[in-house]
């Protein structure tokens, strides 16, 4: 089953205006981190936001903030006053916080991506 | 921030020739690296997990003897894709971790190396 599902293969959005990104999670673990990482053509991951599973407040990140809804295990990805650089994919991940033979790897689970373009 | 490098960035080869890529931490000592695949405008798939001095835990599917990972030091990582054919073709991305990893950016990216195989 997929862990971490991003339903918007792509999103077109105006010049700053704001837009959500989807993201919902799949997890028996009651410890986890959700990330959002962009992903411009040039390839490289930039980290945008991280929201720890016992964190009360959704996180913000100047122009980024996650809207995170733990009973529903959404973790979306708001944007807010889009720029013509947002251009990009953007990614969804989850890292479970387990233990293997007591050592824990950390190991991120990526969603699908989102292609976010946006018009000036 | 902490920074990850690899090499080559970019790299084209022959069919039936071996690869080698290369993924360092710069200013930080990685217990942990990853090694993802890439294929255009699709998602990151984790290939394996490699801990310092110890041998790579490959993900489901994934061949052992094709990919050949090595983590010979807290700095570096090596992904060497044997006899590799044109279906091998794609972005390899590492990562490194460093210590604990409970807390957000605890993991960095390098910026990926381009295999192209002909």
């Known amino acids: 089953a997929q862990k971490i599902t991003q339903t918007q293969p792509g999103m077109f959005v105006q010049e700053k205006e704001a837009v959500t990104l989807d993201c919902t999670y799949d997890t028996s673990d009651p410890s986890y981190g959700l990330f959002w990482y962009k992903q411009p053509s040039s390839g490289e991951m930039i980290f945008l936001i991280y929201?720890?599973?016992?964190?009360?407040q959704n996180a913000t990140e100047g122009r980024y903030s996650l809207n995170f809804q733990k009973a529903r295990k959404s973790a979306n990805l708001v944007i807010s006053a889009s720029q013509l650089g947002d251009s990009a994919m953007y990614f969804c991940a989850m890292r479970e916080d387990f233990n293997a033979g007591g050592t824990s790897y950390g190991k991120l689970t990526f969603g699908q991506g989102t292609i976010l373009t946006v018009h000036p | 921030g902490a920074v990850v490098s690899q090499h080559p960035s970019r790299v084209i080869c022959k069919s039936g020739t071996s690869v080698k890529i290369e993924c360092r931490s710069l200013d930080f000592q990685a217990t942990t690296m990853f090694w993802y695949r890439q294929f255009p405008k699709q998602s990151l798939m984790l290939m394996a997990t490699?801990?310092?001095?110890?041998?790579?835990?490959?993900e489901q599917g994934v061949e052992k003897d094709k990919f050949l990972i090595n983590h010979a030091s807290l700095t570096l990582s090596t992904l060497t894709v044997t006899s590799a054919h044109p279906e091998d073709s794609s972005f390899y991305i590492c990562s490194a971790r460093s210590g604990t990893f409970r807390g957000p950016d605890t993991q960095y990216f390098g910026p990926g190396t381009r295999l192209t195989v002909l």
């Open positions: 490699s801990n310092e001095g110890s041998k790579a835990t490959y």
């Open positions: 929201q720890g599973s016992y964190d009360q």
